[in-house]
């Protein structure tokens, strides 16, 4: 009796050694290629109730939990997906149906998408461990650096990147980025040419090579560069800010003007960007003359952010020009008007003039002589009269060339009546010589004066 249940013992032990051979060998594998199936076709909820049945039999198998985080993953359910794919790095288990280095890859996307970069991180940096060959992981580790701030490291992994590949254009764009931040603008220009020769529609290369390009002088190019990348929606603006700058430096101020208004077009109320246009744009009109223009500009920037630049600075300076039509008109007149008007003020100080010197369209200078000595014919002596409607501050090196001159022109004082204000050393070199200075304010009474 004892030998026959110790037969049957056997036997049973056999048959279900035998039983899980053929399951394992057999049919295990014809299920799981048919719910794989089931998710290519999108059955992924059959899927998923056949492979929670399957895992309720045999939990450590990690086929079974990588297609299920597939299916998880099919429906959206990223959470769970995580938790399989995680299950199935636990068991180490791997196969060519099973490869660690595609889960790793789909958890690192999965935590890019989400916005967690960090698990991202290590998964990437265990790729690299993994499959030290693969481009694409040091480049995703740039990317990751770059936008945390930290550009050493981020600069590193673009190099390896580009070192094992050099054909992705991003990697080189980035690259160009750290480099430009670090003003290493030779090695920057090459990174972002590098960029455009492997894609010509990468927008922002071009906007980038331009702007190295503009920093280092070459502002044709420059603009070159800023019209090609003006076919980005997302940088149309810069570019109609950079190009608009580029003639402001080349002194081009109609085009810039140009540009600017372009962009203004297209700008957000109050955004930077939106500021920076006008500044820019009121800064042109200023050198042409525009005042009212520039001021329109300035008091807009003023009523959005008042401590913007120096724009307080500038409507404090156009104070009197807002509100005396005169003054304003002096300001913007033709070159023969401000001849006329520089004549009338002169006479209206009790001179007469007798040598006129137009040097620039907002400079004058006049050698005048005293009318009382002209009618009593006594011995004339000259006085320089500098005529300036600019608002810039007027430096001591003026005075000095001018206190020089005036042995050659018989003169024995200095005049200068500007729009602007004098610096400190102006003041003081010529609070101890025969030098006079005419400020805003002198230059509104002096207006007011002549008439019309």
Known sequence: MIVTYILIFVFTVFLSIFGYYIFSAYIFPRKIEEIAQMIEMGKTRLAIKKLTELLEKDDRNPLAHFLLAEAYLKENNIQYAILEYRQVLKLGRFDEKVDETVIRSKLA????????????KKEFLILTKITPDNHENYYQLGVIYFNSGAVDKAGNYFKKSIQLYNKLDMAHYYLGQIQYKMNNLTDAKQSFIEAIKIEQANYRAHYFLGLVLRQTGDHEWAI???EIAQKSDDIKIKCFLAKGTCYLEREMHPKAIIEFERGLKFAKRGSDTEL?????????????????????????????????????????????FRQDD????????GLSQFEHDSRKIVEAMGLSAV????????????VAADNEAKWRNARMSNKVVRIMRTTDSVQDKLLRRLHESMKQKNANRVIIISAGDFNQSAVEFANTRPIELLGKSDLVRLLKNIGS
């Not at 005169?326 to 007149?333: E, H, L, N, Y």
């Not at 040097?359 to 200078?365: A, F, L, R, W, Y």
């Open 109 to 120: 996307k999965i935590y890019l998408d989400r916005g967690d970069t960090e698990e991202a």
């Open 224 to 226: 070159k560069e800023f």
């Open 276 to 320: 920076n246009l006008r500044y820019y744009l009121a800064s042109s009109q200023e050198s042409i003359r525009d005042l009212q223009g520039a001021i329109a500009n300035w008091e807009q920037i003023a009523a959005v952010n008042k401590s913007f630049r120096d724009v307080q600075e500038k409507l404090k300076t156009y104070a009197e």
């Open 326 to 333: 005169r003054v304003k008109d002096f300001m913007i007149a």
């Open 355 to 366: 040598d006129v010197d137009i040097i620039s369209d907002t400079e004058i200078e006049i």
